[in-house]
């Protein structure tokens, strides 16, 4: 089957290129975590970064919310941050003398959580059904967030005394895994002219969005749409019973996290410019999506990744 290119969504694919080269010029070296945290948002997805820090994610984050024209707001997680320090509280108008809600910086577009395994527990399930169902509930009424709500979460793997493991549900919330890594030794040299050449001035072009009101929610939808052909459906389901049979792995692929690959297969075919989803999409976006749901027992995670997608026979595509 040949794979036609999609001429109806050039536009937006340009527009989209723009986003892609201004994360690029903030993030530089780095245009593979680029291109999976357009997927991440454009399949309506959240993202996992674990790393180490200074490394520019909450410069990434910042940047991607003023491309797309969206509300940042950033949480430093830390033990003794409350529930009600994300998602807001009612406190008491003497005035009016009746209660008003005061709104958490969960009630944004882009939402930094830094260090999120250093809340505790009950302060990271607070972001549970913001991030599943896009609404958070205080005091018994539920507050809707906007349909582009993106969360990106970072944690450090090398500093472990002070937090707390994201248990599987949570985990299960995010569509992605990525770890940015250090640059390039010529792009990290890059970095240090920029700062030299561009001290005291202001970029201001890099203030302006890109994508106008409700343009990200239309390419959103437009991902949703891609159709998913039966046979690669039973390749992602083959797939996703290899997770639950392996000996090495312990806890495989929900149904959800089935349903976020497809999107997010979905999102690559769509920066991809095809109408469909092919099984070289799923496969490309098996790692990051994987890693960040699999439990595995010994072994590499990636690697166990690779003997999967060997495994498990695609369809044949031509």
């Given at each position: 089957?040949?794979?036609?290119v999609c001429?109806?969504k050039?536009a937006?694919?340009?527009?989209i290129e723009?986003v892609r080269?201004r994360?690029?010029?903030?993030?530089?070296?780095?245009q593979?975590?680029v291109?999976?945290v357009?997927?991440c948002?454009?399949?309506r997805g959240?993202?996992l970064?674990?790393?180490?820090p200074?490394?520019?994610?909450?410069?990434l984050?910042?940047?991607?919310?003023k491309?797309?024209g969206?509300?940042?707001a950033?949480?430093?997680?830390?033990?003794?941050?409350?529930?009600?320090?994300?998602t807001?509280?009612n406190?008491?108008n003497?005035k009016?003398r009746?209660?008003?809600?005061?709104r958490?910086?969960?009630?944004?577009?882009?939402?930094l959580a830094d260090?999120?395994?250093?809340?505790t527990?009950?302060t990271q399930?607070?972001?549970l059904?913001?991030m599943?169902e896009r609404q958070?509930t205080v005091d018994?009424?539920?507050f809707?967030l906007t349909?582009?709500?993106?969360?990106i979460?970072?944690?450090?793997p090398?500093?472990?005394?002070?937090?707390?493991p994201?248990?599987?549900a949570q985990l299960d919330?995010?569509?992605?895994?990525?770890?940015?890594g250090?640059?390039?030794r010529?792009d990290?040299?890059?970095?240090l002219a920029?700062?030299?050449?561009k001290?005291?001035?202001v970029r201001?072009?890099?203030e302006?969005?890109?994508?106008?009101?409700g343009?990200l929610?239309?390419m959103?939808?437009?991902?949703?749409?891609?159709?998913v052909?039966?046979?690669v459906?039973?390749y992602?389901?083959?797939?996703a019973?290899?997770t639950?049979s392996?000996h090495d792995?312990?806890?495989?692929?929900?149904?959800r996290g089935?349903?976020?690959?497809?999107?997010a297969?979905?999102?690559?075919?769509?920066l991809?410019?095809r109408?469909?989803v092919t099984?070289?999409?799923v496969q490309?976006?098996?790692?990051?999506?994987?890693?960040?749901?699999?439990?595995?027992?010994?072994?590499?995670t990636?690697g166990?990744?690779?003997?999967?997608?060997q495994v498990?026979?695609?369809?044949?595509?031509s």
């Amino acid at each position: 089957m040949t794979v036609p290119v999609c001429d109806d969504k050039t536009a937006a694919l340009q527009r989209i290129e723009t986003v892609r080269e201004r994360l690029n010029d903030v993030l530089k070296g780095k245009q593979e975590i680029v291109h999976f945290v357009l997927v991440c948002l454009l399949a309506r997805g959240h993202l996992l970064l674990e790393d180490r820090p200074g490394l520019g994610k909450t410069t990434l984050a910042k940047a991607l919310a003023k491309a797309v024209g969206g509300r940042f707001a950033r949480i430093q997680c830390t033990p003794d941050l409350l529930p009600s320090d994300i998602t807001g509280f009612n406190i008491y108008n003497q005035k009016d003398r009746e209660f008003e809600f005061r709104r958490g910086p969960v009630f944004s577009d882009i939402l930094l959580a830094d260090e999120i395994n250093r809340a505790t527990p009950r302060t990271q399930s607070a972001l549970l059904e913001a991030m599943a169902e896009r609404q958070v509930t205080v005091d018994a009424e539920r507050f809707a967030l906007t349909d582009s709500f993106f969360v990106i979460a970072t944690q450090n793997p090398h500093e472990q005394h002070g937090t707390y493991p994201l248990p599987e549900a949570q985990l299960d919330r995010f569509a992605m895994k990525l770890e940015i890594g250090y640059p390039h030794r010529d792009d990290e040299r890059a970095i240090l002219a920029a700062a030299v050449t561009k001290a005291g001035d202001v970029r201001r072009e890099d203030e302006r969005p890109i994508l106008e009101p409700g343009e990200l929610n239309s390419m959103q939808t437009a991902v949703a749409a891609i159709p998913v052909t039966q046979p690669v459906q039973e390749y992602l389901v083959s797939l996703a019973a290899a997770t639950r049979s392996h000996h090495d792995i312990t806890l495989g692929v929900s149904p959800r996290g089935l349903l976020t690959w497809q999107r997010a297969a979905q999102a690559w075919a769509f920066l991809a410019g095809r109408q469909f989803v092919t099984p070289d999409d799923v496969q490309q976006v098996a790692v990051p999506v994987l890693s960040v749901r699999l439990g595995a027992e010994r072994g590499d995670t990636h690697g166990l990744i690779s003997q999967l997608l060997q495994v498990v026979k695609a369809p044949t595509w031509s």
